[in-house]
């Protein structure tokens, strides 16, 4: 089991800038990617950024190349979201999750196994 906990979201003005956490826990090790997706009102749940263990590759949607960075810091289990230049089309739920199954997917983004429970941002002025 795995817990995934998000934190750092909120109210943000246009062209500003927020930091997204993702603090994992339990059954860490082995873990084969880490990702953000968002889902804003009325949408689908899209990937944002992923991070692939393997080799640390990371991987962006087009809407945030450039403006958002997915990072690790000192502590393995801590993973973040960098995301400056917000617009307000960026406005939704985030979410963190975890792939920890071995096998063979076309994106980074799939086969997630765990998921936080989200965290707001929403950029308006």
């Known amino acids: 089991q795995v817990q995934l906990v998000e934190s750092g979201g909120g109210l943000v003005q246009p062209g500003g800038s927020l930091r997204l956490s993702c603090a994992a826990s339990?059954?860490?090790?082995?873990?084969?990617?880490i990702a953000w997706f968002r889902q804003a009102p009325g949408k689908e749940r899209e990937g944002v950024s992923c991070?692939?263990?393997?080799?640390?590759?990371?991987y962006y949607a087009d809407s945030v190349k450039g403006r958002f960075t997915i990072f690790r810091a000192n502590a393995k289990n801590t993973v973040y979201l960098q995301m400056n230049s917000l617009k307000p089309e960026d406005t939704a739920v985030y979410y963190c999750?975890?792939?920890?199954?071995?096998?063979?997917?076309?994106?980074?983004?799939?086969?997630?196994?765990?998921w936080g429970n989200g965290t707001l941002v929403t950029v308006s002025s």
């Open positions: 339990g059954a860490t090790s082995g873990r084969y990617a």
């Open positions: 999750a975890t792939r920890v199954k071995s096998g063979s997917y076309s994106s980074c983004y799939y086969g997630m196994d765990y």
């Open positions: 991070l692939r263990e393997s080799d640390e590759r990371t």
